[in-house]
């Protein structure tokens, strides 16, 4: 199996650990084995261990080490933000953070959006199981 | 991003006597914890090298050197010398890093696996910052590529706080990148 996903400059990574938790950041440049130039519009350029990123399919272009002007204007024209909030990825994570936020009433809404999503489920279910036997 | 060793400009002369109104004065540029230890290591190497001792002699001032551009990477090339078992021994060594004091940090702990010599046996002679052309060693030059491109390969499963660490999981992890 070859490898997709390569530490390179204008990949985006998920910071999975620490204080910059569930960001996306631009790998800028590469310090050594274990380390990289990390950059992102809200944050100061700083170095992050690799062991902290987890590696995206996204990749802009740009060139080593940009300044926050370039960067941001490079991230526009690779429409990363719609780009991730699009993939499979990036919708589960926005589900796990709505989820996260519910207050009680959202939750009875959904309690019941269940119970009516289930009843027509089943419906259905009883309708074909009527065809199958008769 | 916290470094244990700092730099110090630590500044000092001998006390003004009949014969000499106004000694020189000398200034070392050093990395120690603290600013204690850093006019300590003052005094010793001035010790060494002059003929002045902390009981006759006078501090003037010691201020913490701070890196100028800690978001650019930079090849540091560092002159040491360091008592090994046997003897003395001079050394180079060459790191990558954002800042000078994360240079030297990595130079001490690599000392202290590779060679078993522990930060007080370490003098730091000289520290520079190299221009990729000039580097020496091959673990540095490889990373002088602009267009660097290399998997991770072999990735850690982490839980994203130490608090949702447990000692069971439930399945085996998932090790491919």
């Known amino acids: ?134 | 991003m916290s470094y244990k060793f700092h730099q110090f400009q630590v500044v000092g002369r001998g006390l003004p006597t009949e014969t000499d109104e106004h000694p020189k004065i000398y200034r070392m540029k050093l990395w120690a914890t603290n600013e204690v230890r850093a006019k300590s290591k003052f005094w010793y190497f001035l010790r060494k090298l002059k003929k002045v001792k902390k009981s006759n002699g006078q501090m003037l001032a010691i201020n913490e050197i701070f890196e100028k551009n800690p978001t650019t990477i930079k090849n540091y090339g560092i002159w040491l010398r360091y008592q090994s078992r046997t003897g003395y021994h001079n050394m180079y060594k060459e790191y990558r890093d954002t800042t000078l004091n994360g240079g030297i940090e990595q130079m001490y702990t690599e000392m202290a696996s590779r060679h078993r010599v522990r930060h007080h046996c370490i003098q730091v002679i000289k520290t520079a910052t190299i221009p990729a052309k000039l580097c020496k060693r091959e673990s540095t030059k490889q990373f002088h590529n602009s267009k660097i491109k290399f998997p991770l390969v072999f990735k850690k499963v982490r839980p994203p706080t130490r608090k949702l660490k447990t000692t069971y999981k439930a399945s085996r992890p998932n090790l491919f990148v």
């Open chain 1, 1 to 134: 199996m070859p490898f997709k996903r390569y530490v390179e400059i204008g990949r985006i990574a998920l910071v999975n650990y620490g204080k910059d938790y569930g960001k996306l950041v631009v790998i800028v440049d590469v310090i050594d084995q274990n380390r990289a130039l990390v950059d992102a519009p809200d944050m100061v350029r700083g170095q992050m261990n690799f062991k902290r990123l987890t590696l995206t399919d996204i990749k802009i272009d740009i060139k080593r080490v940009p300044n926050k002007k370039t960067l941001i204007a490079a991230l526009e024209a690779a429409d990363v933000k719609n780009k991730w909030e699009s993939s499979s990825w990036g919708r589960k994570l926005i589900v796990q953070k709505k989820r996260a936020s519910l207050n009680d009433f959202d939750r009875f809404k959904i309690m019941l959006a269940k119970i009516k999503k289930a009843g027509v489920v089943r419906q259905e279910l009883a309708k074909l199981k009527k065809e199958t036997t008769a």
